[in-house]
């Protein structure tokens, strides 16, 4: 198949006016679909339980997006055992059909891109420009991974010297079935990134959504239907966690689990499934991205201006709720006073509100459980540090979770606020003795996620680039923002498996290796 080179999507320009105007088009076209029934989907077959998961707007409380149908243990049990007869048959299907599917809905979802990414406005509370980046990476990950199928389906030369009257090869064949668990953050990249990488590999899926943004992925599910993707390939089992979450990992016929969310939900899966169950007749394989807990350092040398313009927009996009998210600014002593004072002075000019509205930066948090979390968090970090801004609800803001961007100063390096995962738009501000101390307060988390580093010396940077222990680690640039192709992502200890996704060892996590030697 002749393909053009994999290209990032370029991202909607929202100063253009036509561009805007046609988003906000779309936005009244998703409004006037809220509030529809979603099916769980098996095999093809659409079934209603007539229990619901009813998602909601985290900008407006009152207002639903979706019902969606949850499944119990007995639907959980067929949708494996479907997904386990369909993979006879998908397996055999070339890399060349499989990928065709994804690049037929990647065009598709190019042509839908405002609708779903009108969707997470509405699910989710992302701005304009947020869901849209979400949108185009689900689109960069299919396009990606069709080529990188295509790649790994050559088969390999096994020896640089072949023993003589011997043939030898070596290619990849897919595992099974997959169980795949995304978070709500990135409710379609993450999602559709997750599912569709094990579904070109030649494996089928139990893809069980997020119950924060279950109608996103419902809308998926319908776009994979409608480019005729086999019934069976991906089954659609929305359902809490807690009630279905533990039999899928441990069903006797899962393969995999594909899992992105929080370090504690990663290591119950990880542990579950270690345990081999009654009937099971291989070791499964668990690919966990975690949580993260993300610093930016900031040396004497540094641009002070373009650090505390990366810090605000890595602490505060998306309310901070990125696993990339800046939540710690480790800034060297002698700039300190005046990082901080930038910081917040960029701080306080985010307008906070619901993100149907173009001009908002920092829109809600995603929920209930989410917005007292990260209250509590701030009612801690007023006594671990100095607030200087924030720390409150946004009164003015309507009838959603809203969160002022907050920032905490003179924290600790070991202090609550410093050490967890808070989610939210909440940073703390560490003060360091000089560039050697503020890397040792950069690595003393348990995470590696990401993290960045602002300095004009090439020695320190030297350093930052061997000692950094982070998954991803950028200079003189924000921490968030990797794309498909050119930041394969992936985070070290308690942030997970180092998955590197949307990077070319990605595949190989859902294939097994064959070798074949041929005497004659
Ligand atoms: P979460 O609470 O861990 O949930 C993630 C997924 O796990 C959801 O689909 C959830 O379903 C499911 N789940 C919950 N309990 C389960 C169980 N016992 N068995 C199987 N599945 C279960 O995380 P989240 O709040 O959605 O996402 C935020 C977290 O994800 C943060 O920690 C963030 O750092 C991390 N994250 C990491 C990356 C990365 O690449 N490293 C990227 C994005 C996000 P329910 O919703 O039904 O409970």
Redesign the pocket.
Known sequence: MNLPPFRNETYRDFSNEAVMSKFQKSLDYVSSCLGRHYPIIIGGEKIETGEFLISTNPSNKSEVVGRVHLANKELADRAIQTAARTFEQWKRFSAKDRARYLLAAAAELRRRRDEFSCWMVYEVGKSWAEADADTAEAIDFMEFYAREALRYSKTQPLTPSPLPNEVNEMFYIPLGVGVI??????PLA?MVGMTTAAIVTGNTVVL?????SPVIAAKFVELLESISLPPGVVNFLP????R???Y??EHPKTRFIA????????L??NE?AAKTSPGQIWIKRVIA????KDTIVVDSSADLEDAATGIVVSAFGFSG????ACSRAVIVEDVYDKTLELIVERTKQLKVGPATDPTIFTGPV?GAK?FNSIMEYIEIGKKEGTLVTGGSKEESAGDGFFIQPTVIADVAPNARIAQE?I?GPVLAVIKADNFDHALEIANNTEYG?TGSVYSKCRENLEKARRDFHVGNLYLNRKCTGALVDVHP???FNM??TDSK?GGRDYLLLFLQAKTVAEKF
């Not at 899992?259 to 990663?266: L, N, P, Q």
């Not at 709720?321 to 990339?324: G, L, T």
């Open positions: 668990i995304p978070p709500w953050n990135f993450i069980k959504p997020s119950s924060e359902g809490s966690g807690s279905i979450g533990d899928i990992v899992f992105t969310g929080s370090r504690e939900v990663g119950r899966i579950l991205e975690m949580g993260g709720q990125k696993c990339s995603v989410a995962e989610f996620l992502f992936g985070g942030s997970g996704a």
